[in-house]
T-cell receptor, first 113, second 119 residues
Framework: DAGVIQSPRHEVTEMGQEVTLRCKPI?????LFWYRQTMMRGLELLIY????????DSGMPEDRFSAKMPNASFSTLKIQPSEPRDSAVYFC???????????FGQGTRLTVV | AQKVTQAQTEISVVEKEDVTLDCVYE???????LFWYKQPPSGELVFLIR??????QNEISGRYSWNFQKSTSSFNFTITASQVVDSAVYFC????????????????FGKGTHLIIQP
């Protein structure tokens, strides 16, 4: 089975530009999570979905961030407009249930210059 | 609120030594799950183990072992006979059940311990 697939692996963009990160979860997993990893704050949950429905977006830093899950096999995280402080590694993860282990994608390293 | 503390920021040992990574957690829940993940230099997060709060049995998997003690709110990870390939950042994480509203609020991670195994 393929794991969680994220694209792109690396993204360099200029401040003010729109950035879209993509994620394909593991087939059959009902939960999808977006995490952000920075040196200062470590790994933090941004938002998660259950059966394509956003459940908790309290971790989204501000309105510039938005996430969608139009179907069970695809999710996006969008930043518009991007700022240098958004530079981080963004991970997508999926799990089969609410108490099972989450499997992570390889992450997208975002650099905003 | 839940919290995970990994007090050891970095540990360096010589290959073949045993090493223990500490993890202390805080939670209001009586039902929760604890995890360990490994992040090698390549950057991905690799799942190692999940343990529920009602199972305090120690777990052993090859050179890896985990010691869960509810009395001290700790879930420590030991690598026996360490190898260079064990070099990575190791994260301990917690997921609550009841106070999360019965759903998964995702994982609360510790800051990680950077383990360096020197040849």
């Amino acid at each position: 089975d393929a794991g969680v697939i994220q694209s792109p692996r690396h993204e360099v963009t200029e401040m003010g530009q729109e950035v879209t990160l993509r994620c394909k979860p593991i087939s059959g997993h009902d939960y999808l999570f977006w995490y952000r990893q920075t040196m200062m704050r470590g790994l933090e949950l941004l938002i998660y979905f259950n059966n394509n429905v956003p459940i908790d977006d309290s971790g989204m830093p501000e309105d510039r961030f938005s996430a969608k899950m139009p179907n069970a096999s695809f999710s996006t995280l969008k930043i518009q407009p991007s700022e240098p402080r958004d530079s981080a590694v963004y991970f997508c993860a999926s799990s089969r249930g609410k108490s099972t282990e989450a499997f992570f994608g390889q992450g997208t390293r975002l650099t905003v210059v | 609120a839940q919290k995970v503390t990994q007090a050891q920021t970095e540990i360096s040992v010589v290959e073949k030594e045993d090493v223990t990574l500490d993890c202390v957690y805080e939670t209001r829940d009586t039902t929760y799950y604890l995890f360990w993940y490994k992040q090698p230099p390549s950057g991905e997060l690799v799942f190692l183990i999940r343990r529920n709060s009602f199972d305090e049995q120690n777990e052993i998997s090859g050179r890896y072992s985990w010691n869960f003690q509810k009395s001290t709110s700790s879930f420590n990870f030991t690598i026996t006979a360490s190898q260079v390939v064990d070099s990575a950042v190791y994260f301990c994480a917690l997921s609550e059940m009841i106070y999360s509203g019965g759903g998964a609020d995702g994982l609360t991670f510790g800051k990680g311990t950077h383990l360096i195994i020197q040849p």
